[in-house]
């Protein structure tokens, strides 16, 4: 078997092998792809929770080949006790230009999982940190090339729904860093969305998402002609919609976090407690279930769920409270263009709200398991303690008073805003690369997710579904050399902001 060719990076710095287990598989649309990246010890860890039942579906995985005995590892059992994976598996390697060709070596005998997982678990222990490879880590390379694996329909073209109908035909694409892991089941409610929610969907969207308690936004259809969200029985999950007495009453909708109460309901929420602190406080009138211990919310909002000042970025303006914010005329739009009549996902991405859980803990499967660790402190929003407003656009505090649903559903829309970095499931074509020159730490996906305001998609949030990193990010878990990144990868995203003004010039969007 001659061995693989591989094409260089950009930069020329870095070699990529595409498909190393051969030819890919077939993955016919619709399909939601899991692409994801990482060391050959992260991806092994991703691979072996695929084994025990995370992921039902197809991944496509970019892994940076150092440490090379690591790959060579990996290879060997993808090549021997784990082929059984490479039915739903596609495998691209980035290595140093001048390294030498990955093999798999094949194995003709039969995949054995005992022995793959006790393989990938090995693999997984040994894997040491990426700053200490001595190479840098070119994450948004490998990000590019695990959503190009996802991206390739071999089915033949997407279909649409017919006239009047969204485009539920396509593929999709949930990219996740190798430390994230999906809630259970959440490509087979992501599909069902699709297939059974989606003929559903009318313009726009945002009448789905929005609670009772939001205020009216420009170019949406007041709330009693909302829409019922997507995929769910009645409005916000109700199975009997607004046709359920008392549906308006202000004692029945809970507050939401960063957003005016248009039913004028004072004082409704006080919460002392630091985000990841288990103090709890109920919302009146709503069920036990939605005690909120830890939310974020925006302290220039009257009011409201109240949190210390670190959470509220004074930069900022509120978007869902500033006039001249909604005097943009591309922030809330219509999904649909002048004149169009098939509603477009093609510039919506469906975020994911993230969290992280103590180490150690059994990473959890459903919200209601989520709830019950963020209760008592062994959960907690992403990047909680370290970069609140990384996160804080998501409102925390409103995706967990949501009333419960059956099914994955779009709760509501949020407008970007710096430094948002969302993970989310998006169209697998059409969506802007991520920037290669990014490497190591800082700034790598806050700038594509800029990117994707600035092109002018929209943001709207899943209910039902949700990614976790296992462990805490904590102050003083990096590495020495992190200032020095961040510091370069800082200026090298205030040229990025300003080329982003030249590639989108028609834009009025900023970031």
Known sequence: MP?????????????????????????????????????????????????????EGPLSVAVFGVPKGGLGELLAALGGPCRGLRGRLRLHVVVGAAAPPPTVSPNPGPPTPGRCRGALRRLAAADPPSYTLGVPYPGNLLRNVAWAGAAEERGGPSQNGGPGRPKIGGRFVLLLDADVVPSRGLREEFLRLLQEGGAQLGPPI????????????????????????????????????????????????????????????????SVPSIPGVPNTVSIVGV??????????????????????????????????RDPNTLKDPNALENLNSPGATTPSWDQVVFVLPAFEVRAGTRVPGTKAELLQLWDRGDARPFYGALCPRCQAP??????????????????????????????????????????????????????????????????????????????????????????????????????????????????????
């Open 3 to 55: 061995p693989p060719r591989g094409v260089l990076d950009t930069s020329g710095t870095f070699r990529v092998y595409r498909d190393l287990l051969g030819s890919p598989p077939r993955w016919d649309p619709p399909e939601l792809v899991l692409a994801t990246h990482g060391t050959p010890g992260r991806v092994a860890e991703t691979l072996g929770g695929a084994l025990g039942g995370l992921w």
């Open 206 to 269: 945002l009448g789905a998402g929005r609670g009772l308690g939001d205020p009216p936004v420009r170019g949406v259809v007041g709330v009693l002609g909302d829409l019922p969200a997507v995929g769910a029985a009645g409005f916000l999950g109700d199975p009997g919609g607004l046709g359920v007495p008392r549906a308006l009453d202000p004692s029945n909708v809970p507050s939401d976090p960063g957003v005016l109460n248009a039913l004028e309901v004072p004082n409704r929420l």
């Open 287 to 320: 069920p036990n279930s939605l005690e909120v211990p830890n939310v974020l919310s925006d302290p220039g909002v009257p009011k409201t769920l109240e949190v210390p000042k670190s959470f509220h970025d004074p930069g900022v303006p509120n978007a869902l």
């Open 394 to 511: 998501t409102s925390y505090g409103r995706w967990w008073a949501l009333p419960p649903t059956a099914h994955l559903r779009v709760a509501y829309e949020m407008p970007w805003r710096d430094p948002w970095e969302p993970f989310y499931v998006a169209p697998a074509r059409g969506v802007p690369p991520f920037d290669e020159r990014f490497l190591q730490y800082g700034f790598n996906r806050i700038s594509q997710a800029c990117e994707l305001h600035v092109a002018g998609f929209r943001f709207v949030v899943l209910d039902g579904a949700f990614v976790v990193h296992r462990g805490f990010k904590e102050a003083g878990g990096f590495h020495g050399g992190r200032e020095a990144e961040l510091h370069r990868n800082r200026q090298l995203f205030r040229h990025f902001r300003a080329e982003l003004r030249q590639r989108y010039p028609r834009s009025s969007r900023r970031c």
